[in-house]
């Protein structure tokens, strides 16, 4: 799906930050109940025979046992219903009030449970889904019963994922959120302009609810899930095939290889990423989002000042200052001031984590314009001990890593803040993916505070930590790899949660972004594509590389370290499992870095493909042992050759690894991605409770 597992990377981080975001593979699906057909309706009869015949008995005794869960939630996402069934909490099999939530970033936002009762709303609902036809319903036509089901299909791939906060708040509180609420909404509507959508959901007949789905949840016409995304019959429309997207003229967009127009363009504006691009006669011109976008963008800067007048200004000072500077940036376009203030926000002087910008490339063709986004959510205050333990140690880190590199790369005196840990509460406009999540990303991506080194990474801790999640990624590993290399596979979020940090600690060492070699950057010496895979490898693989420099320094037991270098493979099957490129032929960064990863451990004899062995679930045959103990010096050789490459500019050994490994490699990429791909990935959804 377009995102990925653990991490989708944004890539470009400047000496300090890097990067990225990382995407969560998901985690499988949830339940054992294969989505199915609703059961049938077992609905009460009218009239049981034994009843007194006084009673007021026509009307049927409405029950909400008739569905199982997993089923439930996933017709409710093929009929584009915001009702989402959290837990049987009871175990009762029945739906009761407390276990329902209303959905946002729907086109409606019913009421399900009141004052303890399910409402008529939800009786509505649930009535809809019990008699959802087992099949998607015939069109017109066949190839419109083909779209259809293919619709299905699409939504089938992602099993909705709850990312749900209940928050006790003050009076002045609640009025802060529900301000983020609208500035949400109106971040989702400028995204969508610049991504050429606006207009376009209200074509997609109410009829066709499956359609509307698929497009409100990827943001896209197309498909984007494993089985789906190559199908060009795939559409949320039929008949529209690619939308061009609004920050190019759509002219230009006919030719796919317009992106070399705007690279090679000798008006470097064009390539800014706070601009779009509009044809004047024959001429290309740069204009400003707050040009192109000033409605939108000055409806959001008078949210953003409404939200900061309802926060205690002592408490939240820093993040008042924040959002005024925002709203500011809204209305001018400068957003160099805007970063400071948000780089002088931290898990100490704020309890919230917010960030409402334009910032990440990845979402449009050329990778160059930054796409709109909200991350609204609370610190985590559980993992200021990770922060703690690791300060200390970062300039070791990069003297380490500067030592792998070697000449003419030197240390830089680093010092990056690690990760602050976040817990979701709403991502909107680039932040909300159609399936997986992103759940690590340093900022800024440009000026000073990502050039200087203060910039923030974060890690978001709340989000595939449910039980369903945990289970489904523990059904895909055992599903690939032998039972023995598997024993300290791990259901707690700490092996992944290291992963992550070292990952985005990693972005701020070594040579980053802005380092330069022979006067050129790494996407000048590299090409983007290219420069972006080995910025990611160099994270991923310090992910590694620094687990045994943690065991090393007794920050880390040899078995929290094993239990990481398990995740982090486990991680690499999920993102190889997607394909190594969009089926517009870009490459994939994780998935590449993923089997660069495995392919280079596979060399080094610390995984091994084993045709005889069988896989830990049992049935499999044909299963990856991991060698964990030749993991440190196979790693320390894979860091050695990625640094090297980074620090000498050197683009031919950075071809030569993605040769070797993702196009000429020999691991067996269609068996994972059969194994892999059973279970459908997490597709979140959201619900906020205020207290
Ligand atoms: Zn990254």
Redesign the pocket.
Known sequence: MSHWKH?M???L?ATTA?????KEDAPAPGTAVPPGPATPGAMTPDKPADKPADKPADKPVVTFDRVERATFNLTAARLNLPVFWVADANGNKTVDPAEVVTLLFYDAAPVYSEDGVLTQAFTDAYEAIVKAAPAPPAGKDEAETTRVKLMWEELDQGRPTLVHNRLKLSEGEKKFVEHMQKVAGLIDKLYERQKGLTGLYAKIPETDPASRRVFARNRSVACECPKTEKNPACRAIPGVDKVPVDVYPAELQKDDAFCAVIEKHKDAKLREPFTVVRADGDKLRAVPYTEAYAEEMTAIAAELKAAAAELDPKEEAALVAYLQAAAAGFADNKWEPVDEKWAAMNGRNSKWYVRVAPDETYWEPCNLKAGFHLTFSRINPVFAVWQDKLNPVRQDMENELARLAGAPYKARTVNFAMPDFIDIILNAGDDRDGTGGTI?Q?LPNWGPVANEGRGRTIVMANLYTDPDSLAIRRAQAQSLFSAESLTTLSDKSLPGMLGTIL??AT?NLGPSHEYKVNGKKDDEAFGGALATIL??LK??TGALFFLDFLVKKNLLTAEEARAAYVDAIVWSMGHISRGMYTDTKSPKPYSQLAAIHVGFLMDEGAIEWKADAKAANGTDAGAFVLHLEKFPAAVEKLMTVSAQIKAKGDRAGGEALVKKYVDEGKIPFALIAERWLRHPKASFVYALDLE
């Open positions: 991490w990377l944004a890539g981080l890097a990067c990225g975001k990382k690590g340093s990952h985005e972005h910025e990611e994270a991923q």
